[in-house]
């Protein structure tokens, strides 16, 4: 649990830097694993999870709108397009900082 906070705690702070993160080769845990790794690791396992749900909202969009017959967009069809761009921005925000 202490671990995933550090996590949390290092993607935070890495998110506030411009442009990629400087190599850190020689920074390693206490269980020997070199930190930058694990920080990749839990970025990849957040955008995976971050990508289903970017799915079930635009599987979700799609079948309002098909089941749809009028030409004017219901406001909740567009704050969920909203929802899905801002989601769909933060996991390619996420894989450009490395």
Not at 10 to 19: H, N
Not at 30 to 50: C, F, V
Not at 58 to 83: C, T
């Amino acid at each position: 649990m202490r671990l995933a906070a550090a996590f949390l705690v290092l993607v935070a702070i890495g998110s506030t830097q411009r442009g990629p993160a400087p190599e850190r080769e020689g920074m390693r845990l206490p269980s020997g694993k070199s930190q930058r790794q694990e920080i990749l690791k839990a970025d990849h396992e957040k955008s995976r999870a971050e990508a289903g749900e970017l799915l079930r909202l635009a599987q979700e969009l799609k079948g309002e709108l098909d089941d749809s017959e009028h030409q004017v967009l219901n406001l909740k069809l567009v704050r969920k397009a909203e929802d899905i761009e801002r989601l769909a921005r933060r996991i390619k925000n996420r894989m450009r900082k490395y």
